[in-house]
Structures are given as C-alpha cells and as structure tokens.
C-alpha cells in the first residue's frame, strides 16, 4: 500500500505497511482502484464534456465514489468492491454515450478498458502496482496529480452533500472530470499547474453552492448557545456533516422520547433555525473526531456516522452493536442505513428502537459554547465589526480554520488561542476549533473573540467575510486586510479548501503541524515562494510575526499593507520550470522544518 493523503501519514512521507488511520493494505488498494476506476469514468466523461455535453450520472457517481475513499470514511472492503463493481457499471455507460456522441477518445488508458467479472478479478487489480500512487515515479508530477485528486476529493465531498440537498452544478462535475482525465495523460508543468488552479477554482464554485444548499434549504446560520450537558432521555448520537440526515432524523425521533445529540463535526447543525424549532434536540455531546472511543463509549445509545470521521472501533469498546453508518460511510460489523429512495427519506427506525432500550448518556462536561458566526450573522454585525476596526478595539482577525487531529503538536493551536494579544478576534470553522473553543476567551465589546461559523466547507463564509471587509474599507486587495491564516489541517477536505484559498489570492497562509507530504520538495517549495505559504513555526515567533501579517485598518485610517498584495495564480504558481523551483524557495523551506523539534507520533 502507499498513502499519504492525511497530515497523520507515517514520518510524515506515507503510509506503507498499515495507515496510521488504521487502514489495512487491503482496504487502502480497494480505495487506490476506486479512484483509478474514476479516472477512467472521467476520460470519457471530459471527452463528452468537449463535446458540449456534461454526463450527469457520471458525475454523481464520481461524487460519492470519490467520498468513500476520504480518510475514515469506508473501513469495509466488500462495501468498496461493490463501489467498485457500480463504478465498471458507470464507466460502460458513461463510453457508450461517449461512443454515441461522436466523442470516444482516440487513446485510451489502462484506467478506461480494464474490466473485471468477479470479485477476485477486483481484488487482483487492487493488488497490481499500475493502481498504486507510486506508479508515477517523478515525485514533482505525482505531487501535482495528487494535490489535484486529493484536492478533488474534498471538492467531491461538499458537491455530494449540495447534491442530496438538490442542489448541483454541471460545470462542478465537468471540472471534476476535466482534472483526473489530465492525470492520466503527459502534461507540461504549466498544464498541470493550470489544472491545480482550475481544481481550486472549482472548490470556490462547490463550496458557494453547498453554502447555498445548506442556507436555502435550512436558513442562515445565527449565533447559538449550544448546550454541552446531557438529560435523562436515551439519545442518539449523530457526527458527520450530512444535514439531511440530521434533518430526518430529528423529523423521526421527534415525540418518540428519545433525545438527539450532535458529536465533532456535526456541531454546526446546532446553529441552523431548522433545527433548532426540535425540542428534543438537546445539544452537542463531547469533541472532534478523534476522541470518539471514549465519548462513543460514554454516550450509550446509538450512534449515527453520516460521513467520516469515523476511527476503529478499539478492543475495549463495547459500542459497535450500537454503530450506525449511512452513505459514504463503511464499518465492519456495524448496520447500515440504506439511501433514500427517490422523493422517500431513510429508515432511521432501527436506531430508535435500539435508543429507547439504551441508558441515557453519562454527562461528560456542563455549560454552553457559542458558535453560529456564519456570513450573514456576521454581516448583520458588520457596523459593530467595522466600527471597532476603526476604533482600534479590534486589531487584528486570525483565521485558525481547518482540522482537529491526533498530534501532541496541535496543542500549538490551544497555546495560539491563548496568547493572541486580547485585541485579536479568530474566525474559525471545521474541526480545528475544538481546540479552543471551550476556552472562555471572552469579546471584545460584546464580540466573541471567536467567531465559529460551521463546518470545514463554512471556510468559504470566511472568504465572504474577508471580501465583505475588503469591500468595506475600500481596500484593493483581500491581502490588504489585517488578516493572518493559521490553518490546521488533516484530511482531503482541508485541501480543497487550501486550494480554494489559493485561487482567491490568499498569501502568508501558515500550515500546521506539518506541510502534506504529497508536496514533493519542489512542488512545496512554489507554495513557500509563490504564496509565502509557511509550516507553523512556535507560537511566540508566529503570534509576533503575524502582527506583520496583510495590511493594518485602524484609528490612524488608511491601510498599510506588508503582504504582497495582487495575485495572478497561475502565473505565479510556476515559471514553469521545476528544476528552478529546487532551489532557494526549498531550501528556506528546509531550514524552517529543521528548526522545530521533532514530532510526537499518535498514539
Ligand atoms: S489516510 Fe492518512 S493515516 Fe490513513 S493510510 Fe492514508 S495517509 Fe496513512
Ligand atoms: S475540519 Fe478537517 S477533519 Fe474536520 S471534517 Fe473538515 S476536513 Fe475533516
């Protein structure tokens, strides 16, 4: 096996043997052909798009498929061989249209013809080295492809929940299939450096429009107390992000006695007024995803995984007869929850019959955490916002965005939300929040001084907020702002959001804990020179540097900007050249990496 697509990957370079995640080789190769068959699906489905033709089908396939191979999504490698059997399914019919049109490709990779007629066929293409990551033996070509289909990945998931929604776009899917057909051809750097930027281009387009699915179909996310305690009812518990499970599941249990719970990064449901009108919906019970053994333990009802991340279950754990999946989501042992059927909704009846035999949860803490700082609860504050920029009240905003995780080393964002001098606001959304969002860092005439808006696909509310500010003070560039980038991450989803930032001009983005290994040395060393992107350095070094960070709004008026402000990407991306790029950019780069003391690896 070889995957490194999550910031945990083994030393930091991949996962080889067994993921640290806890995939097994068998699991990992099942997910290396799923993608290999999408790409397949892809090389016809672009070839009917330059046809003027977008395939639909194709693309709600490549959505989901795409999903199940997210770190801790399917842990279960006959529900991935049966992705994989619909997916040869997809791939004929997605050729046979192709064929109609006019539009079959003139040379056809292995990706696009290879078939299979049984299960042990499937499995033998799993196995095969073609299918693998390191099949591309140029790492600067394997790390662009890969940020692309890593960047997809994420991209695929806030499509699949804009699609269950009702919600889609053409032009989502055929950039999708436009980006992993160009990687299965011979492209110049330049071209592939276009596709990385195309594919961010798309993360904006998707996360708007889910952004849109989720406000439409839900309201606009207002500023909550979300209780952290418990009742006497059973309950059910439910993580993830699809909101239309949490929807039915609350239109389900509503009067049958059973309360409902949101767990890590289903915490944002808690703020939309669709959901809050459910009496029985109680609050959110425990953290981010990764403290699930002992807070799945502890709850003793049911639980319901909508979408990852979901982690193994441990020897000591006595919950998998009460583990629920449903979509995306795959676990050995654990039932599953089939998709709605046109116009119907899911059968959550299963878990309700369980829950009402079940103990109420164990309180784990007390009290109440405020979040709900979508755009538009945001911009509702604007004038009071605005107005203490102008009065120096408020100095300087710091995005701490992105994804909680196991590492020791995440503690730097806790120690971060600490120190920032008191005249700092964070503006947070995803997992990454947990970190401190339970710290009672107190406001700033009556402003938090954090600012949640939601889940990891809510980071484009923060681009809207950052935009709406930009406009507000008459600057000419989003990097004029007194803004600094913090950004955690962990899974795929993270990448399209770092991709998204990226193409909307975003610099000094400062990563942690550590840069992705899918960035080959050179491939990195563009991101440091082009986009001033840095790994996290201490926090002292980084809390004093961000003061230099973008521009300065204040009492004296006017703006001072440090950050260099105007981005042309593409352009700046590469000069095309990735010989070049090894140099000095690579070397600073180095050098700031040798500087931090070495990582503690999870346990
Ligand atoms: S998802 Fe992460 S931890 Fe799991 S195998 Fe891949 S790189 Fe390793
Ligand atoms: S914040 Fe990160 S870890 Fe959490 S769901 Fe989003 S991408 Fe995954």
Redesign the pocket.
């Known amino acids: 096996m070889f995957c490194f697509q999550c910031q945990e990957t083994a030393k930091n370079q991949g996962c080889t043997i067994a993921g640290v995640c806890g995939k097994k080789e068998p699991t990992a190769n099942l997910q290396d052909l799923l993608i290999y068959v999408c790409k397949g699906i892809s090389v016809y489905g672009d070839a009917l798009r330059l046809k003027g033709t977008v395939d639909r089908e194709a693309g709600r396939f490549l959505i989901r498929a795409l999903f199940v191979t997210?770190?801790?999504a399917a842990w279960d490698d006959d529900a991935i061989i049966e992705w994989i059997r619909r997916g040869l399914e997809v791939r004929k019919g997605v050729a046979e249209r192709a064929k109609a049109a006019g539009a079959a490709p003139a040379a056809l990779p292995d990706c696009a013809v290879w078939t299979a007629s049984s299960k042990e066929d499937i499995v033998a293409k799993a196995n095969s080295p073609e299918v693998r990551i390191t099949a591309m033996e140029n790492e600067d070509v394997r790390s662009l492809r890969e940020l692309l289909i890593l960047g997809t990945k994420?991209i695929a998931a806030y499509a699949e929940h804009a699609e269950v929604l009702g919600f889609e776009k053409d032009e989502i899917y055929a950039s999708m299939m436009e980006g992993l057909a160009s990687t299965t051809k011979e492209l110049s750097v330049d071209d592939m450096v276009a596709m990385v930027m195309k594919t961010g281009e798309n993360a904006v387009a998707t996360m708007a429009l889910l952004d849109e699915a989720n406000t439409k179909t839900y309201g606009n996310p207002e500023i909550t107390e979300v209780n952290l305690g418990v009742r006497g009812n059973p309950g059910i518990l439910i993580s993830g992000?699809d909101l239309k499970d949490m929807e039915e599941l609350l239109k389900q249990t509503e009067g049958t006695g059973v309360d409902v719970y949101t767990h890590?990064?289903m915490l944002p449901a808690n703020y939309y007024p669709a959901f809050k009108k459910y009496d029985h919906f109680v609050g959110n019970y425990g953290s981010?995803?990764w403290h699930q053994n002992e807070e799945f333990e502890s709850f003793n009802g049911p639980v319901l995984l909508t979408?990852?991340?979901l982690v193994p279950v441990k020897k000591d754990n006595t919950y998998l007869g009460r583990l629920f999946t449903t979509g995306v989501v795959s676990y050995p042992g654990a039932v599953h929850i089939a998709d709605r059927k046109p116009g119907g909704a899911k059968d959550f009846s299963p878990l309700i019959e369980m829950a009402k035999k079940c103990a109420a949860p164990k309180e784990i803490e007390t009290g109440k955490l405020v979040g709900g700082f979508a755009h538009a609860q945001v911009l509702a504050l604007a004038d009071k916002v605005i107005e203490a920029v102008k009065s120096g009240a408020i100095k300087r905003f710091v995005v701490m965005?992105?994804?909680?995780?196991r590492f020791p080393a995440r503690n730097y964002y806790t120690d971060v939300a600490k120190n920032l001098p008191k005249d700092t606001v964070i503006l947070t959304?995803?997992?990454?929040k947990y970190r401190y969002n339970k710290l009672d860092l107190g406001d700033i005439g009556g402003i938090p001084r954090v600012l949640d808006a939601g889940?990891?696909?809510d980071s484009y509310s923060l681009a809207v907020i950052a935009l709406k500010l930009k406009e507000a003070f008459g600057l000419k560039d989003i990097n004029e702002l007194p803004i600094s980038y913090d950004i955690?991450?962990?899974?795929?989803?993270?990448v399209a959001?770092l991709l998204a930032l990226l193409f909307l001009g975003v610099k000094g983005i400062r990563l942690g804990p550590t840069l992705p290994a899918f960035l080959s040395p050179a491939v990195a060393g563009v991101l440091v020179k082009n986009f001033d992107i840095k790994p996290i350095d201490t926090v002292e070094s980084d809390i004093a540097a961000s003061r230099d960070d973008g521009g300065q709004v204040g009492p004296a008026g006017g703006a001072k900007n440090k950050r260099r402000g105007g981005c042309d990407a593409p352009a700046l991306f590469f000069g095309g050249n990735l010989e070049k790029l090894r140099s000095g950019a690579f070397r600073l780069l180095q050098a700031r990496r040798l500087q931090r003391p070495p990582r503690t690896e999870a346990t």
């Open positions: 997210i770190t801790n994420g992000h890590g990064e981010s995803w979408t990852n991340c965005a992105g994804c909680d995780g959304a995803g997992c990454a889940q990891c696909n955690a991450w962990y899974e795929q989803k993270a959001v």
